[in-house]
């Protein structure tokens, strides 16, 4: 009999592995994954809430920084690129940091528009993120109230 | 939930030593392994926070190498007392930080007479070979390629124990040409240029660490300085034997 806990525990397992097989994650969410335990639970939560707030800051100094028609600090744009680039990669952000490599090129060779395109996809992409760790983390949520254990899963 | 500006950590479950507020840290226990970790990155420190504690180690986390230097004691001239009796066993630090590099930082710690004995660990999200020269011919124990995972962690605080119960823990060896080590051996000496704090002839009670919390963060400078005048087969010092860690790792930028 298909139970409740089984069917969510299956949802999650196949919603983290198409995660990973999409791109969107990668073996460093993995490593965040391992330090979560019974003492701190809601780490991986926590770290990527942080990251989230991360990307709004950065984005926006981004964003201003483009704004200044005519006056842009191309390497003022690219100190915060390379921040994003570094806290997506420490959370195992895979697609934002990627947009973060372009992104950190088109700082690099003052190319305004390609800046501004970056900009729109990176904005795009931890957006997109947000929306899917939520779910991932809700399904985990739905498992525990429904008394079941968060299956490990192996990638 | 934490917030900017170089705070560290807010969350109850991780905020055991928290120095304001009248709250007193815990005192430090003499076989524990303080480790001061900088980074400007909140997630990065939140992390490496984690990875730390994870592995048994007393973290304080600063977000700056001047903040690093404030808890040191040594942002003046003017040598203090209390903190010669301040237990660091490590320091790790990022490399690119504004305002102050994990390379100058490492300087003036080298340079400073209390605390040049204690390794400091350099991490970095570039894998460049003239900055990880640099560093380890200015002292670094060891380069670590961020993003940092539990088994670099692990490794370190191996080498700081002296354990040899890890299959890698010769810092010598790359991952992938370690042996595994047999363990009715006797442990092989301590790695050079370690000293443990917990064998200094000092019996004072050590200061508490406290965590450090600091003001917003200034604009970053520019953050890579890749020095090309170095050779690239310049020859590692005698002095720290440190392998270089994650030379040849695909699929890093």
Not at chain 2, 51 to 72: H, P, Y
Not at chain 2, 208 to 233: A, K, R, Y
Request: with cysteine.
């Amino acid at each position: 009999m298909d139970t409740l806990v089984s069917q969510l525990q299956r949802q999650f397992r196949d919603y983290t592995i198409s995660l990973y097989h999409q791109g969107f994650l990668d073996d460093q969410f993995t490593e965040l994954k391992k330090l979560q335990d019974e003492c701190s639970p809601d780490f991986v939560a926590e770290v990527v809430s942080l990251f989230f707030e991360d990307c709004e800051k950065l984005i926006g100094n981004m964003a201003r920084a483009l704004d200044q028609t005519g006056n842009v600090d191309f390497s003022l744009v690219g100190s915060s690129v390379h921040q994003l680039k570094g806290s997506s990669s420490s959370v195992g952000a895979k697609r934002v940091k990627g947009l973060c490599v372009t992104f950190k090129e088109c700082c690099d060779s003052q190319n305004f528009e390609g800046c501004v395109r970056c900009l729109q996809q990176v904005d795009i992409e931890y957006k997109s993120l947000k929306a899917k760790l939520q779910d991932l983390f809700s399904l985990e949520q739905q498992i525990v109230q429904a008394g079941g254990r968060i299956p490990q899963v192996d990638i | 939930m934490a917030k900017d500006g170089g705070v560290s950590c807010l969350r109850s479950s991780e905020m055991l030593n928290v120095g304001i507020g009248g709250m007193e840290p815990p005192p430090l226990d003499l076989d524990e392994v303080h480790v001061l970790a900088v980074d400007d990155s909140l997630v990065d420190r939140i992390v490496i926070e984690r990875l730390l504690r994870i592995t048994s180690c007393k973290v304080t986390a600063v977000d700056s190498g001047w903040r690093a230097l404030e808890f040191l004691g040594l942002d003046n001239d003017k040598a203090s007392d209390e903190f010669d009796k301040l237990k660091v066993d490590m320091i790790i630090t990022d490399y690119c930080m504004p305002g102050m590099t994990g390379y100058e930082l490492l300087k003036k710690i080298k340079e400073s007479s209390s605390f040049r004995q204690v390794p400091v660990v350099i991490m970095s999200s570039e894998n460049v070979l003239t900055r990880i020269d640099r560093c380890l011919e200015e002292g670094a124990e060891d380069f670590l390629l961020k993003p940092v995972k539990l088994a670099d962690v692990k490794r370190l605080r191996s080498c700081l124990t002296g354990d040899v119960k890890l299959s890698n823990g010769n810092k010598r060896k790359l991952p992938e040409d370690s042996v595994s080590v047999d363990t009715s051996l006797p442990p092989p000496p301590p790695p050079l240029s370690l000293t443990l704090s917990t064998d200094s002839s000092d019996s004072s009670p050590p200061l508490s660490p406290v965590e450090v919390f600091s003001s917003p963060l200034s604009s970053p400078e520019d953050d890579d300085d890749v020095l090309t005048s170095s050779p690239e087969g310049s020859p590692m010092s005698e002095e720290s034997p440190i392998r270089r860690q994650k030379m040849a790792s695909p699929g890093l930028d």
